[in-house]
């Protein structure tokens, strides 16, 4: 993994969204047998290295993910809950399962052309066993809705903060609602039904739905912004190029934005840009003596630094979101695109 620098922003954590170097995608990876278990190693409570329990796994492969999701009652209510429709591209290979690893999540249906397929969420706990009709198990490819709600309270894998401006202790502030993934790297089923294996990359699409006032950030670039006229905005991002699931991301509050455009080093008419999502008060520097725009400032030299040692920054924007995330000991990083 590439070396991430912390920088402290209204003692938030700041989100990279995307890594100078360490995510270069690989198209040749995509021959490989996508859905097969994929074996990792991780420390237990006691900080003894251990292999992490194989993926199980059906036959078929992914093709594409897009995520349909609404966080309007959650952020309205001040609670974990949002709901939405998962749909996959699916490409079968004569088997009768689909195998998603989905954990602490409410699964209402799955659906494919009209069509409810039966599914089972209780014989291997964090899976979602999909049941494929003979009919269809051979096909070239299909689409799969799987509709969901994530209900539950544990801050894992999808974080939750009420706004929290009081008490002197500033460094525990939170200056707006704020609702975020940090799931690098296993952590994405607890936020969507997923093929939870690294080794795979796929693009994919995000759109957010969130109430009036609120953004949402998240992968590759946001290809349609939408009022829905009934209180909510709708958020369209699109990311084309193949990534793992752990960087798929949703970062939502009261953001104000600027930007940064870094002229490419191997052609410097054509830029990318830089967009810093942060809470207004850091913007204006009233929190904490710290000023967004002097804190990013030396951001765009490291873009240009890293690009030279490294090889051209490959995807097609660059960004920042200030969040908040307490932990027992120091801050903690995520990364998103």
Known sequence: MS???????????????????????????????????????????????????????????????????????????????????????????????????????????????????????????????ITLPPSIRNLDSLFIDVWYAHTSNENRGYFYYDKNTSGSNQSLWTLERLAYTFTEPFDSPYWFPCLNDPSVKVPCRINVTVPRGYL?????????????????????WEEPHPIAMYLMVVTISKYSTFSHYYRK???PSDSIEIKYYIW???????????????????????????????????????????????VQVGWNIKRLR
């Open 3 to 129: 070396a991430l620098s912390l920088i402290r922003l209204s003692s938030v954590l700041v989100i990279f969204a995307a890594t100078l170097h360490a995510q270069v995608v690989r198209h040749e990876s995509q021959s490989l047998p996508e859905t097969k278990g994929f074996a990792w190693e991780t420390f237990d409570k006691a900080g003894e290295r251990v292999l992490a329990e194989r993926s199980m796994q059906s036959s078929g492969r992914i093709l594409h993910y897009q995520l349909d999701l609404n966080f309007t009652d959650g952020l309205l209510n001040n609670t974990h809950f949002y709901s939405g429709r998962e749909r996959i591209a699916w490409k079968p290979d004569g088997d009768s399962l689909v195998i998603l690893d989905a954990v602490n999540l409410r699964i209402d249906s799955v659906v494919s052309e009209s069509q409810r397929f039966s599914f089972d969420t209780q014989s291997t706990p964090g899976k979602l066993k």
């Open 216 to 236: 949402a950030a998240s992968n590759g670039l946001l290809r349609k912004f939408a009022d829905n006229d009934d209180g909510t905005v709708t958020f369209k």
């Open 265 to 267: 080093v191997t052609n």
């Open 280 to 326: 207004q008060a850091d913007s204006a520097g009233q929190t904490n003596n710290y000023n967004a725009v002097r804190a990013f400032r030396n951001v765009l030299d490291m873009m240009t630094f890293f690009s030279t040692i490294f090889g051209e920054y490959p995807f097609d924007k660059y960004g920042m979101a200030a969040v908040y995330r307490l």
